[in-house]
């Protein structure tokens, strides 16, 4: 039988009543996709009823400080800056300095400069400098960058996490079942032990720390949300 996306599809209906309710998207938002993609960026955003789980998460744990793995052009960042308090601060990890450049301009168009500021580098290593640097814990941390290094993300989010805050990764469902579908089956485990979505969603779940499930989100299809809880 031919490939086709039946699924998403069927949600099409679903996804335009919740983004009509939700999620529509302001001018900043939408100005920030569009000089993106003019700069060439690829349109790898979350989805606006992503973003729009994003600000929720943030504002359900009154975050302070937030941190982003993975900016692109500063979209979901501008969700979560968005969320934070007066003298609330948001950094965001970006390896690459032309996304990085695009972001801050995003950022500073939104009027948002003041609570957001992009780091640029690799992710890992900047990570393990804030560990060391035994600066403030983040209430809610956004893991969006390397899917291969998604368990180390996981691990050293948890390290900068206070207690009762958010740990969150994008894009924990499709990869996940894309590899398991039928066709899948005969690439074996070898793979499934390779795909760092897969490992993190495992850490996550059984992780003696933290309380998670993956939350289906709708955008171009259906993709899911990694939440946990620090315990
Ligand atoms: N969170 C963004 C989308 C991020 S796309 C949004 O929803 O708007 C993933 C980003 O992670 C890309 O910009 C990519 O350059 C960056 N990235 C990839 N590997 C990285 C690494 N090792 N360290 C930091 N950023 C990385
Ligand atoms: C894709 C989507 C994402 O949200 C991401 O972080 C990376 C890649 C994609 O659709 O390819
Ligand atoms: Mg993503």
Redo the contacts with the bound molecule.
């Keep these: 039988m031919k490939h086709h996306q039946p699924d998403s599809e069927s949600w099409a209906p679903a996804q335009r009543y919740l983004e009509k309710l939700y999620a529509s998207e302001d001018a900043a938002l939408r100005a920030a996709l569009a000089r993106s993609r003019r700069a060439g960026?690829?349109s790898?955003?979350?989805s606006p009823l992503?973003?729009r789980l994003l600000f929720l998460l943030a504002k359900a744990v009154s975050a302070r400080r937030i941190l982003?793995?993975?900016?692109?052009?500063?979209?979901?960042?501008i969700w979560l800056a968005r969320a934070l308090p007066p003298g609330g601060r948001l950094v965001t990890?970006?390896?690459?300095p032309q996304?990085a450049a695009v972001a801050r301009e995003n950022i500073a168009r939104a009027g948002l400069s003041r609570r957001a500021q992009v780091l640029t580098?690799?992710?890992?290593k900047?990570m393990r400098e804030m560990v060391k640097s035994r600066l403030p814990l983040f209430d809610m941390i956004?893991i969006?960058?390397?899917k291969d290094?998604y368990p180390d993300y996981l691990r050293l989010g948890y390290r900068l996490l206070r207690r009762g805050g958010l740990i969150v990764a994008?894009n924990a469902l499709r990869r996940a079942v894309d590899q398991r579908g039928p066709r899948a089956e005969s690439r074996g485990r070898a793979r499934d032990r390779t795909n760092g979505v897969l490992e993190c969603n495992r850490l996550a779940a059984k992780h003696p720390g933290l309380v998670s499930l993956i939350l289906p989100v709708l955008g171009k299809g259906v993709d899911g949300m990694l939440v946990g809880v620090k315990k």
């Design positions: 960026l690829p790898i955003s979350v992503g973003g982003e793995v993975g900016t692109l052009g500063g979209y979901s960042a990890l970006e390896l690459n996304h580098g690799p992710a890992i900047l956004f969006d960058a390397d290094e994008d």
